[in-house]
């Protein structure tokens, strides 16, 4: 024993800080992780994340909020971060569907009353597209008259339910059979295409809690420039260009954000423009006005890391090529938005090309779209008819405001309608196009691939068969008249 | 002795039968009535002073089943069923239903067999609602079917218009379906 004992304190030793190592990776959140500490987080990770949360997994806490709690917690995160959008999808397949008793025959087989029975995580080898872990074909486990009550839907194949353009398992607003049929004469092209237009002045004039006294809607002077020596004549020069100084917002509306934990703050944004001078405001100065727009921001790709308190996305983290000389920018609000300029018409287009490297952004210059974004930045063509990236991946939607009205919003979720991508047609291709040239556009990847130059080759019979359908009931009811009159 | 054990026990089965109600407890049918009550009542005033108020008689605004893209009121058939799942999201144990016979939605259509017999049972007897207990899914719930009438105009002129509708015949005051409450038993 004695002539081993060195060998046990060395091996105690070890034991102990490898435990201890590990242990630390558990109880430190992912916000606070340091580099030497992540590949024990890793470790516990038993296979990579799926596409949709790979830039979260070091906040394991984003999800599994608390140690050793059940299936509920796992789910009220889903929920937390992808509720609200699932409620104003319609979703088709809600909870409620599952938890009712009278389908407890087809519960048994197969309840999805969990996110997680169909999205499970870190399992990439069982993972498809939209981070769907079950086997494709799991429509029919419950659908199983299909072919008896459509029969045109016979010889189709189980698993082509949600990838034929026609169902989607969540979302089907722009699907559904009467949407087809209430859109089924609209042409390729409209005769009015236009997109909806920004409406932000009116909806930040309705926010109830606006710090009017100290920002009053009126355009300033360069005289009233209240940075002080921060300011320099290049920042003034852009500043005044900008609706922010039209609109009476001064220096101190974002270099001097509201001190966290004020007690004037829970009153109202009166202290805005009292706290001490940052140089570069994160986007939290920005949310004090322009919360909507932030939230988006947050939830997606570009900043869901800031949501959770990593470190902002830089390029040379992504797994969509990117430029190289990109490669270490971060991500924020002014990345895209440069300060003092706020050039959103930049933001549109050159902000996103200053990253993203693949065939369809590359495509982008050579398409009809852009075509019609250089008539319109040129003044030949009316506001609303140019199509920038931003036009169909941050469309313009009507959103509620906390007031109970509602407003036009520009969606920084960019991954909102990205999948199943028939989620564009509502909010951005239908401003201009036909329902039917749409939604054959979206499914024919190659043509999305090189931005839509060119017609879809690819053709979707939901429509058609909708028709169809409304006629051969259409037949019936008139032949069945006809029998009662004759 | 043996008439006092019997007194003792018939004494015994009189208190357990009335002490619920003695002591204040609700039994599994007064407890669906008591919900059907509010649902019928509150689904009708809907029906009547909303949809067939604003739809038949001024004529301003129409009711659909796609009532957020056409602007239009939620049909009573969906009133009914947001408060339902509303109420399935409290987790409150009991669970209610609209169903049919002839469904529109096929979804609709009654499954289990004491809806089958519950809903044809209000159809022949309106008046009388239906009770039966249930396993489903292993559980066991006591199952109240109550009649749907065509309580106004606005039902059976859209039903029977409808593009799916198996039905094209309902008459004001006909059974046009089957409210299903569920109360699970222990």
Redesign the interface.
């Given at each position: 024993m004695g002539k081993h004992a060195r060998h046990w304190v060395i091996w105690g030793a070890a034991s102990a800080l490898g435990a201890a190592y590990l242990g630390a990776a558990l109880l430190v959140p992912g916000a606070k992780t340091p580099v030497w500490l992540r590949p024990a987080k890793v470790f516990f990770a038993p296979g990579e994340m799926s596409a949709g949360h790979r830039q979260i997994e070091l906040a394991c806490e984003a999800c599994h909020t608390s140690p050793f709690a059940g299936r509920e917690t796992l789910q009220e995160a889903c929920v937390g971060c992808h509720g609200a959008e699932l409620k104003e999808a319609n979703d088709t397949h809600p909870r409620s569907k599952f938890t009712d008793p009278r389908n407890a025959d087809r519960v048994a087989k197969l309840d999805a009353a969990e996110c997680i029975a169909c999205h499970v995580e870190h399992r990439p080898e069982i993972t498809h597209d939209e981070g769907v872990t079950l086997p494709l074909g799991f429509c029919f486990v419950c659908h199983q008259d299909i072919a008896k009550e459509r029969p045109s839907h016979a010889g189709m194949a189980y698993a082509t339910c949600a990838s034929a353009g026609c169902h989607n398992f969540h979302d089907n607003r722009a699907l559904y059979e009467d949407y087809l049929l209430r859109f089924a004469a609209q042409p390729r092209q409209l005769e009015k295409p236009v997109l909806r237009p920004r409406a932000l002045r009116e909806a930040i004039e309705e926010i109830a809690d606006y710090p009017r006294e100290r920002y009053p809607f009126s355009s300033l002077a360069p005289a009233d420039q209240d940075g002080g020596t921060h300011a320099t004549p290049e920042s003034t020069r852009d500043w005044l260009e900008t609706a922010h100084a039209r609109s009476g917002v001064n220096c101190s509306a974002c270099h001097r954000p509201a001190v966290a934990g004020k007690e004037a703050n829970k009153a109202a944004k009166k202290a805005i423009g009292e706290g001490p001078w940052i140089d570069r405001p994160g986007e939290r100065a920005c949310a004090a006005c322009h919360a909507d727009e932030t939230k988006g921001f947050l939830a997606a790709k570009h900043g869901m890391r800031l949501a959770q308190g990593l470190a902002p996305m830089r390029p040379t983290d992504a797994h969509l090529p990117m430029r190289s000389d990109a490669h270490d920018k971060t991500l924020s609000c002014a990345s895209c938005h440069s300060a003092h300029r706020f050039d959103t018409a930049r933001a549109a287009v050159e902000a996103c090309q200053g990253c993203h490297d693949d065939p369809h952004t590359r495509s982008y210059k050579d398409s009809p779209h852009y075509r019609l974004w250089l008539k319109e930045r040129s003044g030949d063509a009316l506001a609303g008819t140019g199509v920038s990236c931003a036009s169909c991946h941050m469309p313009r939607v009507r959103a509620r405001t906390p007031e109970g009205g509602s407003r036009t919003l520009v969606q920084h979720n960019q991954n909102d309608t990205l999948r199943p991508n028939e989620k564009m047609i509502r909010p951005a291709c239908q401003s201009c196009h036909g329902l039917a040239f749409s939604i054959d556009a979206l499914a024919d990847s190659a043509l999305v691939t090189r931005n839509f130059r060119g017609s879809p080759a690819v053709h979707i019979r939901s429509m058609d068969m909708a028709r169809e359908r409304a006629a051969e009931i259409e037949r019936k009811r008139a032949a069945k008249s006809r029998g009662k009159s004759g | 002795m043996r008439t006092g054990k019997w007194k003792v026990v018939l004494a015994g089965a009189a208190f357990a039968t009335a002490a619920p109600a003695a002591l204040g407890q609700v039994s599994h049918k007064e407890m669906a009535d008591a919900l059907h009550a509010v649902m019928e009542s509150d689904r009708t005033v809907y029906t009547r002073t909303v949809v067939n108020r604003l739809q038949n008689e001024e004529k301003v605004i129409k009711a659909s089943?796609?009532f957020?893209?056409e602007k239009a009121l939620p049909l009573p058939a969906q009133m009914f069923r947001f408060g339902?799942?509303m109420v399935?999201?409290k987790k409150p144990g009991f669970?209610y239903?609209l169903l049919s016979l002839w469904p529109i939605n096929?979804q609709n259509a009654p499954?289990?067999a004491a809806?089958k017999t519950g809903l044809q049972a209000v159809v022949d007897k309106p008046t009388e609602a239906f009770y039966q207990e249930e396993m489903?899914?292993g559980?066991k719930?006591f199952t109240a079917v109550y009649a749907d009438r065509a309580v106004s105009p606005a039902c059976i002129n859209c039903h029977n218009n409808h593009?799916?509708t198996p039905k094209t015949d309902f008459k004001l005051g006909s059974t046009m379906g089957g409210v299903?409450i569920?109360v699970p038993m222990k």
């Open positions: - | 089943e796609h957020k893209d339902a799942e399935a999201e669970s239903s096929k499954k289990t809806e489903l899914g559980k719930y593009k799916d299903v569920r």
